[in-house]
């Protein structure tokens, strides 16, 4: 725990400059990708070590968002000994192996496979591919069993997505 209190994200004071909203948009689609893609993948190779779908949604899918609250709450060293050994063990996991495979990942990929930044004149969105994709995120093991799960859940409150 004491090595996670000494990383630059734990150390850095919080800053008095100005960020444009379109550099925080610019900055998150990697991580946002990173974070559906490392649900999906964490899933998957629960379920095919033997877990039951129902707990592999629960130990990726259900619990992040109490993970991405916790951190923006308390940050990362403080996740450590709030949500469990098991997130603990997660995160020394993830600077021992996975920093290293992203960093090198990060260094030689292109932008013609993430993208570059917004904002560079045309904005304009192919629907149907976003049609296709978001059918894609549904169809996943972990959102069909999620729905079901969440459809148990008759205490959660209801989150408006629109009209």
């Known amino acids: 725990r004491a090595a996670t209190a000494e990383t630059g994200f734990e150390k850095t004071p919080a800053g008095d400059m100005e960020i444009a909203e379109q550099e925080y948009f610019d900055n998150a689609v990697v991580m946002v990708s990173m974070i559906k893609a490392g649900v999906e993948l964490a899933f998957e190779a629960m379920v095919n070590v033997g877990m039951k779908p129902e707990s592999a949604y629960y130990e990726s899918l259900h619990e992040t968002p109490l993970i991405a609250n916790t951190i923006a709450r308390k940050k990362l060293y403080e996740m450590n000994s709030v949500i469990s050994d098991t997130a603990e063990y997660g995160c020394y996991l993830y600077d021992q192996a996975c920093a290293p495979l992203l960093k090198d990942f990060m260094a030689k990929i292109d932008t013609d496979v993430i993208g570059t ?47």
């Open 117 to 163: 930044k917004f904002n560079k004149g045309d904005n304009g969105v192919d629907n149907q591919e976003l049609i296709a994709i978001n059918e894609a995120i549904r169809s996943h093991p972990v959102e069909i069993i999620g729905k079901e799960l969440r459809g148990y859940m008759t205490a959660m409150k209801k989150i408006s997505a629109g009209n």
